[in-house]
């Protein structure tokens, strides 16, 4: 496995130039304790990454913001060269995480029910639990693990957003803070993959 802070090869290497890597981890990590340092890009990153989405979410007045994206922010950030940060995961897990909660309310009859988190009652607690266990089955079998996506599922499975446009939303969002992540990373000279991550192409070959 490639270590935190050794520079990408191949085309992403070649299309850097030196103004660029003075942004790149590693070299920053020459000049500032490496604790402090990751700390940092983790924090200001999440924090422009999700202000990004609170400011989509104020214009277009629609549910760009919403819980689970801060745990995956997290590990995009933080643990960008884990599987579980991967693009692939991110968008699948999230994916996994939307369609379970749709079953849930689907099988418990509360598609069109709105959120009432003071008053649960038996068939909410079960659109719950299906969700996530629905979640937590299909991640591993697809290979899929984003820990992110529990919440996500319970969000929908709560009834908190839960109509095809927001479960649309959901998954847009999802993909324009994927798409932050790979840009950010990358600039930082982090080995970020587009897609899967090389431990799972291996698995796959």
């Known amino acids: 496995m490639t270590r935190p802070g050794k520079r990408p090869s191949g085309a992403a290497a070649r299309t850097e130039g030196p103004h660029l890597d003075a942004l790149h981890l590693d070299v920053l990590e020459r000049r500032y304790p490496s604790r402090w340092l990751r700390a940092a890009y983790c924090g200001v990153n999440a924090f422009v990454a999700l202000l990004l989405m609170a400011v989509i979410a104020l214009v277009t007045r629609q549910p760009f913001l919403f819980p689970s994206l801060g745990p995956t922010a997290f590990l995009l950030f933080r643990t960008p060269e ?85 479960l649309a939303t959901i998954m847009l969002a999802v993909l324009v803070l994927t798409a932050q992540g790979f840009l950010i990373n990358r600039l930082a000279g982090l080995p970020y993959p587009v897609w899967r991550h090389p431990r799972d192409e291996r698995k796959s070959a």
């Open 82 to 166: 884990a599987p579980t940060a991967s693009p692939r995961n991110t968008v699948y897990g999230h994916l996994i995480g939307v369609l379970a909660g749709w079953s849930g309310l689907a099988v418990t009859g509360l598609l069109d029910t709105g959120p009432d988190l003071m008053h649960v009652d038996w068939r909410r607690v079960l659109a719950a639990v299906i969700a996530l266990g629905l979640t937590c089955t299909l991640m591993p079998v697809f290979r899929a693990d984003h820990p992110p996506a529990g919440a996500t599922t319970l969000i929908v499975a709560l009834g908190l957003l839960r109509s095809p446009a927001e």
